[in-house]
């Protein structure tokens, strides 16, 4: 079973679900917004402390989260996500919708909302081409030093707690999926930056036609949970209230 942990509170469950190459530090920062809450937060398949858990497909990682919520009787759960968190807390509407009250979904990348898409496609190809599957884990790192930091480090290169191959395999495999926007029936919240590189906003608002779904926009690039905490961390305590 992957690695979660949970903190106690007084009300239904905010599960936190990080990024492709990330890990459950990320969020560490933003749990002051959210104190006399349950908490429960995640490290993905292949990441930080799940890392004995081998990813497979966006199925299997969507699948051990669930593992999570029934183990932990979670009901009218807040998912939050980033990236690849995003795209499986969308997933988890479909396959664990009866423990969901609402998602926020941060950046989500996927098949028809990625700019360049085809370059990503070959990046990762060519990653996964060259780059073997890892023998041993990695030692899980702390986010806090990226927080509000004047560096911009490029998510491709800035991996905290998981190797380069599993990387560009998460990568790949959320290309290949589509979000079927009107099909989620649970209210969503999606929040990119203004300034982002990687997720089309027009590709967005056009995908969210049909929908009830609201898009927020940050003043960052791709990377906001980490380089826009003042901003994102109003509006998560808002969005999930």
């Known amino acids: 079973m992957i690695w979660y942990k949970t903190i106690k509170g007084n009300s239904s469950p905010i599960i936190f679900l990080h990024g492709a190459g ?43 989260v ?32 009866r423990r969901i009250s609402k998602i926020i979904m941060i950046g989500p990348f996927s098949k028809g909302l990625v700019k360049r898409q085809w370059f990503w496609e070959n990046l990762a190809t060519a990653t996964n081409a060259v780059v073997s599957e890892p023998k041993s884990t990695k030692p899980v790192q702390d986010y806090a030093d990226l927080f509000n930091s004047s560096m911009i480090k490029h998510p491709y290169t800035d991996l905290k707690g998981t ?14 999926h589509s979000i079927d926007w009107p099909a989620i029936k649970k209210p969503c919240t999606v929040i990119i930056g203004t300034k982002d590189s990687l997720v089309s906003e027009k590709a967005l608002r056009t995908g969210l036609i049909g929908s009830r779904h609201n898009l927020e926009l940050i003043p960052c690039h791709h990377l906001v949970v980490t380089h826009a905490y003042d901003f994102l961390a109003d509006k998560l305590a808002r969005s999930a209230r």
Do not use: C
């Open 66 to 97: 669930q593992k999570v919520m029934e183990k932990e009787n979670a009901l009218g759960a807040i998912v939050i996500g980033q990236s690849l968190g995003a795209v499986i807390a969308s997933k988890l509407t479909f396959s664990a919708g």
């Open 22 to 64: 990330s890990n459950h530090t990320i969020w560490i920062p933003y749990l002051k917004q959210f104190q006399r809450r349950t908490v429960i937060l995640i490290d993905l398949p292949g990441h930080g402390n799940s890392q004995q858990v081998k990813y497979e497909s966006l199925n299997q990682a969507t699948l051990e």
């Open 163 to 176: 190797h380069l191959h599993t990387y560009a395999l998460a990568i790949k495999d959320l290309l290949s």
